[in-house]
C-alpha cells in the first residue's frame, strides 16, 4: 500500500474537467447508490454542478497523470476546511488514499 501512496499527487482542476469528473463521481458511487436504490444520474450531475468551485478541486493523480479520483476542501471561517467532495474511481478505494488525501 505505501507504494502507490507514495506515487500520488494532487494536481489543480480546470473548469473543462467537469465532465470527466462527472464520470468519476459517477463509477465510485453508483454500485453503492444502485444497491440501495438511489442512484439517479440527473441527481449526480446537480450535486457535483453545485459543488464545482475549481479554486478548491483537486485531482488526485497516480503517477502524474492518471487520475483516479478528485477533492473538494472549501474554507469554512478562518481556520478550517469543508470536506464537500472526495471520490476514488473503483479499484482504488480501500487502498488509504482517502486518508493519504485528508493528511
Do not use: C, N
Not at 469528473?21 to 465510485?28: C, K, N, P, S, V
Not at 479554486?55 to 477533492?71: C, E, K, N, S
Amino acid at each position: 500500500m505505501a507504494d502507490i501512496l507514495s506515487r500520488l499527487s494532487l494536481q489543480p482542476v480546470d473548469s473543462s474537467d467537469f465532465e470527466a469528473m462527472l464520470a468519476l463521481r459517477i463509477d465510485a458511487m453508483r454500485p453503492s447508490l444502485e444497491r440501495v436504490g438511489r442512484f439517479d444520474l440527473d441527481r449526480s450531475r446537480e450535486r457535483l454542478q453545485a459543488g464545482f468551485v475549481v479554486p478548491y478541486m483537486h485531482h488526485i493523480a497516480l503517477d502524474g497523470d492518471q487520475r483516479i479520483g478528485f477533492v473538494t476542501l472549501k474554507p469554512e471561517g478562518s481556520d478550517a476546511l469543508r470536506l464537500d467532495h472526495l471520490y476514488l474511481r473503483t479499484g482504488f478505494q480501500g487502498l488509504g488514499i482517502g486518508e493519504w488525501v485528508l493528511e
